[in-house]
């Protein structure tokens, strides 16, 4: 497979801009019209007067060893919704080619395509919420320049099946983006290894999960060389800060924390997914994979209302395709989710 076969040509042909901090970051620095005296932020955010560094280099090198992956297969990009906009931003042209997703799933994709004016094909998880692999085949089309796949899912807690995922990426011509931003909290490795065997393979993962900085803004993907290249061609030339990327060094010494954090999370998960699964009123609880679990009721927006009334904000998610009656909870502290349940089992 030739992966430029399937990049818009304007971008193939794209003249990059070049950023000063791309040819230089040392010497006397009088290039880029930086406040050269400093910052007017404490020693806390020493060198911030400075543009950060375009590469990535540092960030890109820590996580590449994390992961046990070649530096030149990563990319950052601001959380994982940045780097799903410049995925079809590279690969399709507007009002021309198509998008695959599989509902009910996480809905930034839908909205990155609409947005990119980039048409949407919904091929809906089967039953048990798995990939409809023949369905999928069929609606692929000449058009069709990539698939969204989310595993675990949002909203439906599980695991793809690996296999299948696999399958689609060897047998069909187009850009397979699996988004892994759960998968700290699932009995799962993830997909990771087979990048460096499928170059049409891309795998997002994100620092707003397990390891606890959504506010961070700090997602990656880890793909061919091929298609890392590009992504660096048309980002924004300083898209990550530097607070982002010493913030991202820090944590990455800290990989006991993130588990001890998992840990945590998975045990409360199991300890509310069994007090759900008490309630005889609560119709189905889905099983997780993910640090949420979603749960069906007969009358959703009630009990919404009711547990918004009392400062406790789940999601709604009955109006998603295929998901009728579902309502998703994240897994809060013991106590969150002590309220959470009291306030549950009031209304139901
Ligand atoms: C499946 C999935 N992917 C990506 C994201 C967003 O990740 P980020 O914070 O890295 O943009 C979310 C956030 O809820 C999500 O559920």
């Given at each position: 497979m030739n992966i430029k076969d399937l990049v818009r040509k304007n971008i193939l042909d794209l003249k990059p801009y070049t950023s000063a901090r791309q040819s230089h970051n040392e010497g006397i620095l009088l290039d880029a019209n930086e406040n050269c005296f400093g910052t007017v932020l404490n020693e806390d955010y020493f060198g911030v007067n400075r543009?950060?560094?375009?590469?990535?280099?540092?960030?890109?090198?820590?996580?590449?060893?994390?992961?046990?992956?070649?530096?030149?297969?990563?990319?950052?990009?601001?959380?994982?919704?940045?780097?799903?906009?410049?995925?079809i931003r590279i690969f399709c042209r507007p009002s021309l080619d198509k998008v695959i997703v599989c509902e009910p799933t996480y809905g930034m994709y839908k909205v990155a395509c609409?947005?990119?004016?980039?048409?949407?094909?919904?091929?809906?998880?089967?039953?048990?919420?798995?990939?409809?692999?023949?369905?999928?085949?069929k609606k692929v089309d000449d058009?069709?320049?990539?698939?969204?796949?989310?595993?675990?899912?949002?909203?439906?807690?599980?695991?793809?099946?690996?296999?299948?995922?696999?399958?689609?990426?060897?047998?069909?011509?187009?850009?397979?983006?699996?988004?892994?931003a759960y998968i700290d909290f699932a009995k799962d490795e993830g997909l990771i290894r087979y990048v460096l065997?499928?170059?049409?393979?891309?795998?997002?993962?994100?620092?707003?999960?397990?390891?606890?900085?959504?506010?961070?803004?700090?997602g990656f993907c880890v793909a061919s060389k091929e298609i890392i290249d590009i992504f660096f061609k048309i980002k924004l030339p300083y898209n990550i800060s530097?607070?982002?990327?010493?913030?991202?060094?820090?944590?990455?010494?800290?990989?006991?924390?993130?588990?001890?954090?998992?840990?945590?999370?998975?045990?409360?998960?199991?300890?509310?997914?069994l007090a759900l699964k008490a309630n005889k009123k609560i119709l189905n609880v889905l099983p997780s994979d993910a640090n949420f679990i979603s749960?069906?009721?007969?009358?959703?927006?009630?009990?919404?209302?009711?547990?918004?009334?009392?400062?406790?904000?789940i999601r709604d998610r009955s109006n998603q395709y295929n998901f009728s009656g579902y309502l998703r909870v994240t897994v809060g502290t013991p106590e969150e989710n002590n309220l959470f349940l009291q306030k549950l089992n009031e209304i139901l």
């Open positions: 543009y950060p560094d375009p590469y990535q280099k540092a960030m890109r090198e820590g996580v590449a060893k994390l992961h046990n992956i070649p530096v030149e297969n990563l990319f950052f990009g601001v959380g994982s919704d940045e780097i799903i906009d410049l995925t609409d947005i990119n004016d980039v048409e949407v094909v919904n091929v809906p998880l089967t039953n048990n919420f798995n990939i409809d692999i023949d369905a999928v085949k058009k069709t320049k990539l698939i969204f796949l989310c595993s675990p899912n949002n909203p439906t807690s599980n695991l793809l099946d690996k296999n299948k995922i696999l399958d689609l990426t060897k047998s069909l011509n187009l850009i397979v983006v699996v988004d892994e065997e499928y170059p049409n393979l891309i795998i997002m993962r994100t620092f707003s999960k397990a390891w606890g900085m959504a506010g961070v803004r700090c530097k607070l982002t990327s010493e913030a991202v060094l820090k944590a990455i010494q800290n990989v006991k924390k993130r588990d001890e954090y998992v840990n945590m999370i998975i045990k409360e998960r199991e300890r509310v997914s749960f069906k009721v007969e009358n959703p927006k009630e009990v919404y209302n009711y547990l918004e009334n009392h400062k406790i904000i």
